[in-house]
C-alpha cells in the first residue's frame, strides 16, 4: 500500500505555508501582536494595579446588578478566598486574558454571525470551518500561533479566540434565523433597510441566543486560557501546569479551585447579563 | 385610475418557475402541475382593479393562495409573472428604494398573527413604521399616539404587547398600519385569530372608521360571512386563481359556476339579502279609479289588497278588498276607504331587520325608492324563498312573467 501511494506531504505543505505566511505578511503579523499583547496589558494593568478590596467589592457589585444576591454572595466569598489562597494577582491574569479572548471572539464573532444568517452561501462555508476549529484537539494551534507569534499570552490569545469563538458565530446565526417569520414581514412591509431590520428587530430579538454563546466562548476562553499556559500565558494555569509537572497534589488543587471558582463567576454573570436584560425589556 | 390594478400576476413556488407557464396556458390543474413539475401554484394569472376608497375582499379556502396574493401586492414575495399597479406605478420594476418608499407612504399591512414587535412598546411597535423614515421623535410619538386613540388604545402607549388581549393587540396592528397615513391597507385574515365576538366588534369599528378614512383595503378572509358583511366588492378564489368578482349580492344571487354556489350554500343570507332582492312587482292603483274598478283588479290578480300610487308611481296609501266592498256599497271613493298607514321599507333594508314587519303585517310590505316611489313589494313567503336561494336574478318590473300571487291572506 505504501509503496503505490506514497504519503501525501501534508505536513510539508502545512508547513511551507506557514512559513510563507510569516515570510510575506510578518508586518500583519506584527500588528496583530501589539494589538493583542497591549489590550491583554490594559487589562492586566487595572486588575492587578487596583488594591484587592476594591476590585472584590466592584464584582460582587455588578454580580449583584446583573444576577441576583446568590451570584452575589458566592462573587464575595469566592474572591475572598482566591485571595486569602494566594492567587489573587495570577486570577486577575488569567482574567486579563479571558476577557481579550472574549472581547475578541464577539467583535470578530458576532458579525460573522450575522453574515451567516443573512447569506446561505457564506453559512454552508463557514459551518464546516467552525466544525473542524472546534474538533481540533485545542493546543494544535497553539503551534501556528507560537510559530506566527512566539512565546507568551499573545499566541495563547490566538489560541484561544479560535478554540473560543465558533459557539458565538453558531449561536448569532441561529438566533437571527429564528426570528420569527412574521416579524422579518412586518419589518419589511413597514419599509424598513436591512439595516434598520437588523437593529431594530432582528438583534434584539436574538439577544439571548447571541448571550448563551457568548456565555459559551468566554468559557472555553477560559479553558484554553489555561491550556496556553504550555506556551508561556501567565496566569492560574501556569500555577496548574508547574504542580502536574512537580507533582504537587496541593498546590494543584488549589490552583484548580481557584479555576473553578472564576469559571462559575464568569459563567453565572455572563449568563445573567443575556437573561436580565431580556426581563426589562420584555 | 383605479387604486391598484393587478394583471395577470402569477406566483409559482419551486425551482425554475417558468416551467409550469405553458402548463397553466393549456389551463392544467395545480395539482397536475404539482406531480408533473414538483411546483406549486401560488396564485394563477390573476387580474383585478380596486378603486381608491373600495374595500376589496379576497376571499377562499386554506391554501387557495390569498396570503400569496396579498404579499405579491406589497412585494414581500417576488412575482413570478405579472404587473402591480399602485396609483399607476408598476412596483415589480422598483429597486429596493423605490420599493421601501412605497412600502413607506402608501402602504399598510396587518397580520393575521398580529406580528406586534415583543421587545417593543404597544407605542414603539405604532411608531415603528414612522421611525424607519427617521421621523422625529416627538412628531412620531404624536402620531402614533393618534393612531392609537383611533382604534380605542388611549392610555396603553407603555404596555408591552404581551400583557394584552389577543383583540387589544391586533387594535395595535392596526394602529400601527395606521400611523403612517398610507392610503392601502393590506390586511390578511387580520380578524381570523380572534373570538367571534371580538371579531364582530373589530369588523364594526374597521368599517366605521373606513366611513372616515376612506382608504383602500384589501382584506383577507376565509369567512364568507365577514367578506359579506364588508366587502364592497369580493374575488373568491380557488386553486391561485380567482373565480369570480362581483359585489356581495352578485356573488350570491349570480354564483358564475358550481364552486362559487357551493361555497354561498351555507351563507347566512338574511345578512346580505335586502328587501329588493326579494320583492314582487307590486298590485297597484291610481286614485281616479272607483270602487268597483278596485275589486274587479283585485279579483283578476287573485290579490286582496292594492297599493294606492299617483301618476308618478309615488305610493299614497293602499286599500283593502273589505274596505273597498263596502265603499262601492255606500257609494263612497276609495280616497275615502284608503289606508295612509302602509307598513314601508326601503330597497336595501336587509332581510334580518325586516322580519318582525313582514311577519305581523296582514298586507304585503312596500319597497320604496327614492321620492317614495313603489318599487315593488314583500309577501311573507318571499322572505323564506329569499333564505332559502330564491332570489330575483333580475328586477322585477323586467320580471312580469313573474308576477305571482301578491297578498298572503
Ligand atoms: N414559501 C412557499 N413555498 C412553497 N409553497 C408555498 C409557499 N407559500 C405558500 N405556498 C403554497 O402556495 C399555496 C397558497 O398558499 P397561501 O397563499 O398561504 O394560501 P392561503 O393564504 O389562501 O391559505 C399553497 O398551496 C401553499 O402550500
Ligand atoms: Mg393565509
Redesign the interface.
Known amino acids: 500500500m505504501s509503496e503505490l501511494f506514497p504519503k501525501l506531504p501534508l505536513d510539508r505543505w502545512v508547513e511551507r505555508l506557514v512559513q510563507y505566511l510569516d515570510e510575506h505578511f510578518g508586518l500583519v503579523f506584527d500588528v496583530i501582536s501589539a494589538g493583542i499583547g497591549s489590550t491583554v496589558d490594559l487589562f492586566s494593568l487595572i486588575f492587578t494595579s487596583l488594591p484587592d478590596w476594591l476590585l472584590i467589592i466592584g464584582f460582587t457589585l455588578l454580580a449583584y446588578k446583573v444576577g441576583r444576591l446568590r451570584v452575589a454572595l458566592f462573587t464575595l466569598v469566592g474572591l475572598l478566598l482566591i485571595a486569602n489562597l494566594g492567587y489573587w494577582e495570577h486570577s486577575m491574569e488569567t482574567l486579563a486574558l479571558v476577557l481579550t479572548a472574549g472581547l475578541i471572539s464577539i467583535v470578530i464573532g458576532v458579525p460573522a454571525g450575522i453574515w451567516c444568517a443573512r447569506n446561505d452561501s457564506v453559512r454552508n462555508v463557514v459551518t464546516p470551518l467552525l466544525d473542524f476549529m472546534q474538533t481540533m484537539p485545542a493546543f494544535v494551534y497553539l503551534i501556528p500561533a507560537i510559530f506566527f507569534f512566539g512565546l507568551g499570552k499573545v499566541p495563547g490569545v490566538i489560541a484561544s479566540v479560535i478554540f473560543a469563538m465558533p459557539p458565538t458565530i453558531r449561536l448569532t446565526n441561529l438566533g437571527i434565523r429564528q426570528v420569527p417569520k412574521e416579524l422579518i414581514e412586518a419589518s419589511d412591509a413597514f419599509g424598513s433597510t436591512s439595516w434598520q431590520k437588523l437593529f431594530k428587530v432582528q438583534l434584539p430579538l436574538a439577544k439571548t441566543t447571541i448571550m448563551a454563546g457568548v456565555n459559551q466562548s468566554i468559557m472555553l476562553a477560559l479553558s484554553m486560557v489555561v491550556i496556553a499556559s504550555m506556551i508561556g500565558a501567565k496566569g492560574l494555569g501556569a500555577d496548574v501546569y508547574r504542580a502536574v509537572t512537580q507533582i504537587n497534589i496541593g498546590t494543584g488543587f488549589e490552583a484548580g479551585l481557584a479555576i473553578v471558582i472564576m469559571a462559575i463567576l464568569l459563567d453565572r454573570i455572563t449568563q445573567n447579563m443575556g437573561k436580565k436584560k431580556n426581563v426589562q425589556e420584555g | 385610475m383605479p387604486k391598484i390594478k393587478v394583471e395577470n400576476l402569477t406566483k409559482i413556488f419551486g425551482r425554475q418557475p417558468h416551467r409550469a407557464f405553458d402548463y397553466l396556458k393549456q389551463g392544467r390543474s395545480k395539482q397536475d402541475i404539482f406531480k408533473e413539475t414538483g411546483l406549486t401554484v401560488g396564485v394563477n394569472q390573476v387580474s383585478f382593479e380596486v378603486e381608491a376608497g373600495e374595500i376589496f375582499v379576497i376571499m377562499g379556502l386554506s391554501g387557495s393562495g390569498k396570503s400569496t396574493l396579498v404579499?405579491l401586492i406589497?412585494r414581500?414575495i417576488e412575482p413570478t409573472a405579472g404587473r402591480i399597479l399602485i396609483d399607476g406605478e408598476d412596483i415589480v420594476g422598483m429597486n429596493a428604494e423605490q420599493?421601501?418608499?412605497?412600502?413607506?407612504k402608501k402602504?399598510?399591512?396587518v397580520?393575521q398573527?398580529f406580528?406586534?414587535?415583543?421587545?417593543?412598546?404597544v407605542l414603539e411597535n405604532v411608531e415603528?413604521?414612522l421611525?424607519?423614515?427617521n421621523i422625529p421623535k416627538k412628531e412620531r410619538e404624536e402620531k402614533a399616539k393618534n393612531a392609537l386613540a383611533l382604534v380605542g388604545l388611549s392610555g396603553w402607549e407603555n404596555s408591552?404587547?404581551?400583557q394584552l388581549s389577543g383583540g387589544m393587540q391586533q387594535r395595535v396592528g392596526l394602529a400601527?398600519a395606521l400611523a403612517?397615513d398610507p392610503d392601502v391597507l393590506?390586511m390578511d385574515e387580520a380578524f381570523s385569530a380572534l373570538d367571534p365576538l371580538i371579531r364582530k366588534d373589530m369588523q364594526d369599528e374597521l368599517l366605521e372608521l373606513q366611513t372616515t378614512m376612506q382608504k383602500t383595503i384589501l382584506f383577507i378572509t376565509h369567512d364568507l360571512d365577514e367578506a359579506l358583511k364588508i366587502g364592497d366588492r369580493i374575488a373568491l378564489m380557488k386553486d391561485g386563481a380567482i373565480v369570480q368578482i362581483g359585489t356581495p349580492e352578485e356573488i350570491l344571487t349570480n354564483p358564475a359556476n358550481e364552486y362559487v354556489e357551493k361555497f354561498v350554500e351555507d351563507v347566512d343570507r338574511s345578512k346580505v339579502l335586502a328587501a329588493e332582492h326579494v320583492m314582487k312587482r307590486a298590485e297597484t292603483i291610481t286614485l281616479d279609479k272607483g270602487p268597483r274598478v278596485a275589486l274587479q283588479l283585485m279579483k283578476d290578480r287573485g290579490v286582496s289588497s292594492l297599493y294606492v300610487v299617483d301618476k308618478k308611481k309615488r305610493l299614497i296609501g293602499v286599500v283593502k278588498a273589505d274596505a273597498v266592498n263596502a265603499a262601492s256599497r255606500e257609494a263612497k271613493t276609495l280616497e275615502d276607504v284608503m289606508d295612509r298607514e302602509v307598513p314601508t321599507v326601503s330597497a336595501n333594508t336587509l332581510l334580518n331587520e325586516m322580519f318582525d314587519l313582514v311577519a305581523f303585517s296582514d298586507i304585503p310590505v312596500a319597497v320604496t325608492g327614492e321620492q317614495n316611489r313603489l318599487l315593488g313589494v314583500v309577501v311573507k313567503g318571499a322572505v323564506l324563498g329569499g333564505l332559502a336561494g330564491k332570489v330575483n336574478r333580475k328586477t322585477p318590473s323586467d320580471a312580469e312573467e313573474e308576477r305571482q300571487v301578491m297578498a298572503g291572506e
Open positions: 404579499r406589497n414581500l420599493l421601501q418608499q412605497v412600502r413607506r402602504l399598510g399591512m397580520f398573527k406580528a406586534l414587535f415583543p421587545h417593543r412598546t415603528f413604521g421611525e424607519v423614515q408591552m404587547p404581551d400601527r403612517n393590506l
